[in-house]
């Protein structure tokens, strides 16, 4: 148990346009889900925690405007990129922790969905 | 601050030898660290835990991990490598307590390569 999926795995878009990425735990209910981002050869960094039916926490020098965050049921977790631009491009990452769990050491991950804003 | 150092950005090993992926932690107090692993188009998987409890950790697949203060490392081996364990693998200390408030802090990775 404890599946998380993305969609889309991979998603190339123009710049100036919007991306919806989805995170979604299949077999369990999360309360909270984090977005990461990898760049190439670097550590995954956090971007926010996400909090169903509450505002995101976004962690300094992230963009709240830009990223959007949604979390509005207990399995879905969605990041929009508005008005991507090329240094956007990177590898994002959702994790989610299973309702009732007061840890935040034990997430779950998405394979993660790979983004190129030409 | 909490961080971790992944020594190696690329091992590579070959069938049937030791497996041995380095990690030094940076920790103002007793760390909670981890080592996850994530094979292409999967999700990161946690391979163990240490959480102050006995210093050699064992993991699945057959990995373990020794926590040593004294050198401020948690290095992951396994004795005998396989070709299902060529993935990446990093190495994680969280920023907390084991709270609810606490974070993740993720090394850079290390990308194990098993040859034949």
């Known amino acids: 148990g404890a599946v998380v999926s993305q969609h889309p795995s991979w998603v190339i878009c123009k710049s100036g346009t919007s991306v919806k990425i989805e995170c979604r735990s299949l077999?369990?209910?999360?309360?909270?889900m984090f977005w990461y981002r990898q760049f190439p050869k670097q550590s995954l960094m956090l971007m926010a925690t996400?909090?169903?039916?509450?505002?995101?926490?976004?962690e300094q020098g992230v963009e709240k405007d830009k990223f959007l965050i949604n979390h509005a049921s207990l399995t879905l977790s969605t990041l929009t990129v508005t008005s991507a631009h090329p240094e956007d491009s990177s590898f994002y990452i959702c994790?989610?922790?299973?309702?009732?769990?007061?840890?935040?050491?034990?997430?779950?991950f998405g394979p993660g969905t790979r983004l190129l804003v030409l | 601050a909490q961080s971790v150092t992944q020594l190696d950005s690329h091992v590579s090993v070959s069938e049937g030898t030791p497996v041995l992926l380095r990690c030094n932690y940076s920790s103002s107090y007793s760390p909670s660290l981890f080592w996850y692993v994530q094979h292409p188009n999967k999700g990161l998987q946690l391979l163990l835990k240490y959480t102050s409890a006995a210093t050699l950790v064992k993991g699945i697949n057959g990995f373990e991990a020794e926590f040593k203060k004294s050198e401020t490392s948690f290095h992951l081996t396994k004795p005998s490598a396989h070709m299902s364990d060529a993935a990446e693998y990093f190495c994680?200390?969280?920023?907390?307590?084991?709270?609810?408030?606490?974070?993740?802090?993720f090394g850079t990775g290390t990308l194990l390569a098993v040859q034949p």
């Open positions: 077999d369990f209910q999360a309360t909270t």
């Open positions: 994790s989610a922790i299973k309702a009732a769990t007061r840890s935040r050491e034990t997430q779950y």
């Open positions: 996400s909090n169903e039916g509450s505002k995101a926490t976004y």
């Open positions: 994680v200390v969280s920023d907390g307590y084991g709270g609810a408030t606490n974070k993740l802090i």
